[in-house]
C-alpha cells in the first residue's frame, strides 16, 4: 500500500453562529501502489479537506495515515517534510506556481529543497520542461503562460522528484477540453508505464474513467465506490454501497429518490446474506418530489430529475408535494 488511511475526522472549528464543520466523518481509504483511485462528489463533500489530510498538508482532527507504510501523524516535523517530499507531490487546479520564478525555476524548486546543486537542478527541470512539450517556454514567467501551459509546469514541478503517489484536485478543472485530454494523457503514460499511484479528485468523466477505481464522497463520508468506467453523470450505474464499521449505509441521492424517498423500510432475507429493503408509506407524510430550489444557494431547478446543484453543486434534498 503506497496510502493507508484509518478513520480521519476533520472538523474546521469555528467560532461563528453556525459553529463548527465536520468535513470528514472516520474515512478509510487504501491505495495500492500502481493504483489510480478517483475522488467524486459534490462540492463541499469534504474532498479537498481529504485530500490536504492524505499528503499531510493538514493534521486530520483523528484517525491516522501511513504514507508508504509510514504513519505519518507521528513523524517529528523534519521527518514528516522528508517523507512527503520523497514520496508525493500534489497538483491543484490552480495556484500551483511561484509567480516570481520562471518556468525552468518553478520545475528545479523542489530539487532545490531537497540540498541538489542549482546546475543540477537547472538541468533536470529543462529536460522535464522538454518532455511536456514546454522546452520553448522554460525561461517565461507564470503570468506569461496560459491556463494549460501552467499546468504542464505544474505537472512537471510534482514529478521532477519521481514521486511514487500523486495527490490532484481537480487537476483539469480549470483548462479547456482539449489541454485537459493531454494533462490526462500525460497521467495515463506515468501511471501505465513509471507505476506511479494516482489520488484524483474530479468531476470529469475522463478522469473518472481513467482512474481504476473510483469512491463516492457525500457529506464527509464515502457513500459508495465504483469500478472502472464509472461515468460521474450516472453514478448509479455499478455502484457499490458502503457499510461503515458503525454500521450505517448513507444511501446516494439519486438511489434514494428511486427507492421512494426517506421513510420507514423492513429489512427483510438477512440469512441468505441479501439485505432486501422494502419501503413502507409512513402516515403523515404524504407524496415525496425533488425540492423546487436548493437549499443551500436557492438556485430555482428548471427541471424534476437533477439531483445536484448546477450552480453550487450540494445535493438536492426531498421535499413533501
Ligand atoms: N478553512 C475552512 N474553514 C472552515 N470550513 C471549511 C474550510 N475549508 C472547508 N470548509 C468546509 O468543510 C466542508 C468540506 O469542504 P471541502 O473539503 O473544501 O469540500 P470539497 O473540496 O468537496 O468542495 C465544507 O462544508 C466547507 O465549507
Ligand atoms: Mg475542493
Do not use: W
Request: aromatic share 4%.
Amino acid at each position: 500500500m503506497i496510502l493507508e488511511a484509518e478513520g480521519l475526522y476533520h472538523v474546521y472549528e469555528s467560532k461563528a453562529e453556525d459553529g463548527n464543520v465536520v468535513a470528514l466523518r472516520g474515512l478509510h481509504v487504501k491505495v495500492a501502489a500502481g493504483e489510480a483511485v478517483a475522488v467524486v462528489g459534490p462540492s463541499g463533500s469534504g474532498k479537498s479537506t481529504l485530500l490536504k489530510c492524505l499528503g499531510g498538508l493538514m493534521k486530520p482532527s483523528a484517525g491516522s495515515v501511513k504514507l508508504a507504510g509510514k504513519n505519518m501523524t507521528r513523524l517529528t516535523g523534519m521527518e514528516l517534510v522528508e517523507l512527503r517530499q520523497k514520496t508525493v507531490s500534489f497538483i491543484f487546479q490552480e495556484g500551483n506556481l511561484l509567480p516570481h520564478l520562471s518556468a525552468r525555476d518553478n520545475v528545479a524548486q523542489p530539487l532545490r529543497h531537497q540540498g541538489i546543486s542549482a546546475k543540477v537542478a537547472h538541468q533536470k527541470a529543462t529536460e522535464m520542461l522538454e518532455r511536456l512539450g514546454m522546452g520553448h517556454r522554460s525561461h517565461a514567467m507564470p503570468k506569461l503562460l496560459s491556463g494549460g501551459e501552467q499546468q504542464r509546469v505544474a505537472i512537471g514541478r510534482a514529478l521532477i522528484t519521481n514521486p511514487r503517489l500523486i495527490l490532484a484536485d481537480e487537476p483539469t478543472g480549470a483548462l479547456d477540453p482539449v489541454t485537459s485530454r493531454e494533462v490526462l494523457s500525460l497521467f495515463k503514460d506515468l501511471h501505465e508505464n513509471e507505476n506511479v499511484s494516482f489520488l484524483i479528485v474530479t468531476h470529469s468523466k475522463e478522469v473518472a474513467a481513467f482512474s481504476d477505481r473510483s469512491l463516492e464522497l457525500r457529506d464527509g463520508r464515502f457513500v459508495a465506490e465504483h469500478g472502472t468506467n464509472v461515468n460521474v453523470e450516472d453514478l448509479s450505474e455499478g455502484r457499490e454501497l458502503i457499510v461503515d464499521e458503525m454500521g450505517t449505509v448513507t444511501l446516494p441521492p439519486d438511489l434514494l429518490v428511486q427507492m421512494g424517498g426517506p421513510g420507514r423500510y423492513t429489512v427483510g432475507q438477512v440469512d441468505s446474506g441479501l439485505l432486501n429493503l422494502v419501503g413502507e408509506t409512513i402516515e403523515g407524510i404524504g407524496e415525496l418530489v425533488l425540492a423546487p430550489s436548493c437549499p443551500a444557494c436557492r438556485f430555482k431547478y428548471e427541471d424534476e430529475e437533477t439531483q445536484l446543484c448546477p450552480s453550487c453543486g450540494s445535493s438536492r434534498p426531498m421535499v413533501e408535494a
